[in-house]
């Protein structure tokens, strides 16, 4: 039987309706907690949770947890300028907070940079930031570093320390805790 432990924040036990979810996050959005809002606005972009999907609302949600300091916000805002959901479409805004986002260690931000840094041309600074996302164990950013290689934009020598990086990042984040939850979350689908 597995233990379900209870909110972190109120010590009640987990909820069981999506109702009572809500509940919860509407009280912890009113104390500003970045977490709330983020999940709020990532409820309002997918129209999960019983809410519609209005990308100008998650917006607005995802900018206070922002504003609030939330690196998942800014990575989602640099999502929604690179395009143009719920804001016209805006490279430079995007690239501004993913580099937020990825200085506050948020590894999809860090490839982000990487593939537009790509896509501009610039290569070398490409592939520093695939070669940051791949040793925090970010698997795509080792695609960004494989097409590098074979077009030769990183070394031999920097590819293969990258992939060793990756494969060490991997290996911590592998645990038997997390080999059971995951067959959890398998169960009954």
Known sequence: KLLIPPCPFCRKPTAKTVQEINERV?????????????????????????????????????????????????????????????????????????????????????NNLGASEAVAGNFPRAMKHFVIAASAGFENAMKGLRMGYSEGYISKEDFDNALRAYGEAVDEMNSDQRDVAAKAATIGR
């Open 26 to 110: 509407d009280k912890r959005m009113a104390l500003n907690d970045v977490d709330a809002l983020t999940n709020r606005a990532g409820d309002y972009d997918l129209g999960v949770q019983g809410f519609p999907i209005d990308h100008v609302k998650a917006f607005e949600l995802y900018s206070r947890a922002a504003d609030l300091g939330s690196m998942s916000a800014h990575y989602s805002l640099g999502n929604f300028y690179r395009h143009g959901k719920g804001v016209p479409a805006n490279t430079k805004k995007a690239m501004h907070h993913n580099t937020i986002a990825a200085i506050g260690g948020n590894t999809q931000a860090r």
